[in-house]
């Protein structure tokens, strides 16, 4: 889900006309991994699954850091 919110903010800057729609889109992706993680209850697994690399070997928190998404993390 990180990977999807990264991949609308691109779009976002890459295309103009496309930015409210991306805007919206980001909002509920955001709103789903806040779901996600509050909806886990084991802890080993929810560290388990954000420490998960990409190909490009960046994990969940990453992403959510260089993104500034403040509410994941």
């Known amino acids: 889900m990180c990977l ?3 991949f609308l903010f ?11 729609q991306c805007k919206t889109l980001q909002d ?3 709103r789903m991994i ?3 993680v ?5 802890e080993n697994f929810l560290t388990k699954v954000m420490l998960e690399k990409d190909y490009s070997g960046r ?3 990453q992403i959510a850091v ?3 998404v403040l509410d994941l993390i």
């Open 4 to 6: 999807m919110y990264e």
């Open 10 to 20: 691109l779009l976002t800057k890459r295309f103009f006309s496309l930015s409210y």
């Open 28 to 30: 509920q992706v955001k």
């Open 34 to 36: 806040i779901e996600y």
């Open 38 to 42: 509050d909806s886990v209850d084991d």
């Open 59 to 61: 994990d969940s928190l």
């Open 66 to 68: 260089e993104l500034e």
